[in-house]
């Protein structure tokens, strides 16, 4: 009680700040969500993600050394394959000479260290921009998960580390774990997006892998509603959390990130593996937007977030901004 409690005297300078600072950020909290591109020595820059390329393999390799130098331990790979490899079954993404799967090989190679997840989902493969193969109107869940099953082996043939489901069918870390053990991949893991909303702040995403559910000859949902949950929704996500740790998820993801955090708090709170959070393209490109404006400082939002981020419970966090704040991390 006051005068006795002055909670100022523990805020008086930055040493004394510092010593009683329940949370900290080091570079190995990130993982770094990278855009493969087909070809050789293609840099291009995402125009609603400025400062976000998709890189051919070959300058992609050159910018993992540098992540891995930084102190960043883990990549995220999306890739965005050409119009015609697309089709509904979504079987590109199990070509054992795919680009995801050179890409993987190439970075392993390149810097073995480096934790590579490669992103397990139908949508840049399907000509519909959906997760999953369509069938009357909608996308079927048993069919999509075991193609996600010859998807997520045949990544683990070209080396990855975790495969990290992004899809939301039902079931889909079960098979997965079972898929992987039978071929002998019992140390690959799982990453499992575990609460994906579908929300409208994976904008900038779709523009940069051009995987937006698209218009159709055929019956096919205007968006993702039937597999991504519902943001107006909580116990859910717990529902999903504790199911997939169940199924033998290794670790669980929430996504989007900082309009999330009290579905980090719970999750962290009730899951008992680790809890990663996504902060998402649209998350990126707002504070990218405000501070190119003069609007918000860049550097001081971006570092406030990613400690928020940490603070609501996440032990990993995927980030955009992962390379500039392990520069300011490292200074
Ligand atoms: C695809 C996938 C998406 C993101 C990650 N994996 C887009 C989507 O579900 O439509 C979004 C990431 C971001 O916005 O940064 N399954």
Redesign the pocket.
């Known amino acids: 009680m006051f005068p006795l409690q002055r909670g100022r005297r523990l805020r008086v300078n930055e040493s004394i700040r510092s010593l009683v600072r329940e949370t900290s950020l080091s570079p190995s909290d990130f993982m770094f969500?990278m855009f493969i591109a087909e070809g050789e020595n293609v840099k291009v820059e995402i125009p609603s993600m400025p400062g976000i390329f998709r890189r051919s393999i070959d300058l992609t390799v050159e910018e993992v050394k540098e992540l891995y130098d930084l102190g960043i331990r883990a990549v995220n790979i999306?890739v965005k394959v050409s119009e015609n490899l697309k089709d509904n079954t979504g079987k590109e993404a199990w070509n054992a000479n795919g680009l995801m799967q050179q890409a993987i090989r190439a970075i392993k190679a390149a810097c073995p260290e480096m934790i590579v997840m490669p992103?397990v989902?139908l949508?840049p493969y399907s000509i519909y921009g959906h997760?999953g193969i369509i069938k009357n109107g909608d996308v079927e869940n048993d069919s999509t998960v075991d193609a996600l099953v010859k998807m997520a082996v045949s990544h683990a043939e070209a080396g990855a580390d975790f495969v990290a489901p992004?899809?939301m069918m039902d079931g889909r870390v079960l098979r997965l774990r079972e898929g992987l053990d039978a071929a002998g991949f019992q140390n690959v893991g799982i990453m499992s997006y575990s609460a994906k909303y579908a929300s409208a702040?994976?904008g900038?995403?779709?523009d940069a892998l051009d995987?937006a559910p698209k218009e159709a000859d055929v019956a096919v949902p205007k968006d993702?509603k039937t597999y991504?949950m519902d943001y107006a929704n909580r116990i859910e996500a717990i529902k999903e959390a504790l199911s997939d740790a169940e199924e033998g998820a290794d670790m669980v993801m929430v996504k989007p990130g900082i309009a999330y955090l009290d579905i980090v708090r719970e999750i962290k709170n009730t899951v008992h593996v680790p809890v990663t959070v996504?902060q998402?393209?649209?998350e990126y490109a707002m504070i990218k937007a405000a501070s190119e404006r003069g609007w918000l400082d860049h550097d001081k939002i971006m570092m406030e977030q990613l400690m928020c981020i940490k603070r609501a419970g996440a032990n990993l966090i995927s980030t955009y901004f992962a390379k500039e704040a392990a520069i300011l991390l490292n200074k």
């Open positions: 969500p999306y992103d989902a949508d997760d992004s899809d702040f994976y900038p995403f779709r995987s993702k991504q996504y998402v393209s649209g």
